[in-house]
């Protein structure tokens, strides 16, 4: 071995262990010039033998074996483990419990992890174990939105528990996937299985059944929750969501609310009512009376409001429109908001590429490419290298590639000073030479 004469080891060892006379150590060595000569065949047997003659070796036959893992293919190393597995899990007198995490971990690392949930759910045999695992897998993988997997691995652990506080916390991350993935009727049966919300998990759930129009039921968790500036704004956002603009403005006015004891929220909502309501008059003198923080996360939306109604000051027809629009977006009604803009380009202006950005903006984010592509070409601007940029990137996220990288190319040769050129060559790393 320290000649590096790894052949020739491979070679004594197959003789040694055909005469029946090759010790433990001499199958960790063995195991070492497989990996060397990159023939791994029987790398899994191997391992499987020192695990099961000699448990004091297993960590370090277990390090050897997952050195070779991190170097072989997903597939290679999906063979490896499964064969692995066959051959360790028929000793019985062999202790698996650290072995089955140790596996399952190998299963992530090589982000084989339909195998990883599959070994813990079938080979894990102590229910709590099994439970800590599953819980912890499904949590991770929803931090890295990996939904598919946090559905497999909590359907299986609300299944096998009997635990309500473990089922509970499996149908809450089965609802937040589900509705992360914009399935809405399986995110709303889960949560139906979620009881004894905390305020947060409340106002959470509030969100969604606005967002999908149940609105009794969201009524109903509204008067649950303490009086706030929380509660308010939801109910404020619910009088809106149902079409009440007077109710909303009275309200928004109001100054006998929580709401009204928090002047940036109060400030917001009245911006906003005013302007849903169509009181652009009264939304543009609000606007002019505060002064607006770019840092406070509401700045860029007010920003915009107080920019169109003053480009759109003395045209009715357009000032209410762009209410419309923009209400319109509020609601969610994404579609519906592109076909006012796509009729009211002509009378918004040069400028209306600017409210087709945001109306993608929220397409893309609901995975709806090809209608924000739509909503962009409503208003053309082919000399705003961020329309450019927003336009390729609507393309590339629709599977568009070669359109997108010919706009990014223009983009870049038009305006190689300009941030989203820098932006441009950054995206153009994304896509698939042609």
């Known amino acids: 071995m320290r000649e590096g004469r790894f052949a020739s080891v491979d070679t004594l060892c197959t003789i040694f262990d055909e005469e029946g006379t090759i010790d433990d150590f001499s199958l960790l060595h063995w195991v070492e010039a497989k990996q060397t000569l ?22 370090a036959a277990l390090n050897r074996f997952e050195s070779i893992l991190s170097t072989v293919s997903a597939v290679v190393a999906d063979t490896l483990i499964r064969n692995f597995i066959d051959c360790v899990f028929a000793q019985k007198e062999v202790d698996t419990a650290s072995i089955v995490t140790w596996i399952a971990d190998q ?3 090589k982000e084989l992890f339909g195998g990883q949930i599959e070994t813990i759910a079938t080979l894990e045999k102590n229910i709590n174990r099994k439970c ?6 499904a949590k991770q993988h929803y931090g890295m939105k990996r939904y598919m997997y946090v559905v497999t691995a909590a359907r299986i652990l609300h299944n096998i528990t009997t635990d309500s506080t473990i089922r509970r916390e499996a149908a809450l991350i089965l609802f937040r996937a589900y509705n992360s993935r914009g399935l809405t009727d399986s995110a709303k049966l889960w949560l139906e299985h979620v009881d004894n919300f905390s305020d947060k ?7 969604f059944y606005q967002k999908t129009g149940d609105f009794t039921k969201a009524s109903a968790l509204i008067s649950k929750l303490p009086k706030s500036v929380a509660s308010d704004t939801l109910y404020l956002r619910q009088l809106l969501l149902n079409d009440n603009i007077a109710a909303a403005l009275r309200f928004a006015d109001s100054g006998s609310t929580v709401l009204a004891r928090s002047a940036q929220e109060r400030i917001l909502w009245r911006i906003r009512t005013t302007l849903f309501g169509g009181k652009t008059d009264k939304c543009l003198a609000l606007l002019d009376s505060v002064k607006i923080d770019p840092s ?17 000051a003395g045209n009715s027809t357009a000032l209410a429109k762009f209410s ?45 490419a090809s209608e924000a592509i739509a ?24 599977g568009a590639s070669v359109e997108a990288r010919r ?28």
């Not at 047997?45 to 020192?50: E, Q, T």
């Not at 800590?132 to 897998?137: D, I, M, P, V």
């Not at 223009?410 to 030479?433: C, E, G, H, W």
Request: charged content about 25%; hydrophobic content about 40%.
């Open 407 to 434: 706009i990014l190319e223009t983009l870049m040769i038009d305006f190689p000073s300009d941030i989203y050129a820098v932006q441009a060559r950054i995206m153009l790393q994304q896509l698939k030479p042609q």
């Open 201 to 207: 998990e409340r106002i959470e759930a509030i969100g």
């Open 38 to 59: 990159e023939d791994y065949g029987s790398v899994a047997g191997l391992i499987c033998r020192i695990v099961n003659n000699q448990p004091k070796l297993t960590p």
């Open 132 to 137: 800590k695992y599953l819980l912890s897998t």
């Open 296 to 312: 406070a996360p509401f700045a860029s939306e007010l920003l915009d409001y107080h920019y169109w109604l003053l480009r759109l």
């Open 107 to 109: 299963y992530g690392r």
């Open 375 to 398: 909503t962009l070409r409503c208003a053309p601007a082919e000399k705003e290298p961020e329309y450019l940029y927003r336009l390729a990137e609507a393309k590339f996220r629709g």
């Open 324 to 368: 419309q629009i923009e209400y319109t977006l509020f609601k969610g009604r994404r579609d519906q908001a592109s076909g006012l803009l796509c009729g009211a380009v002509s009378m918004l202006g040069d400028k209306a590429w600017r409210i087709a950005l945001r109306i993608a903006a929220r397409q893309l984010d609901n995975s709806e």
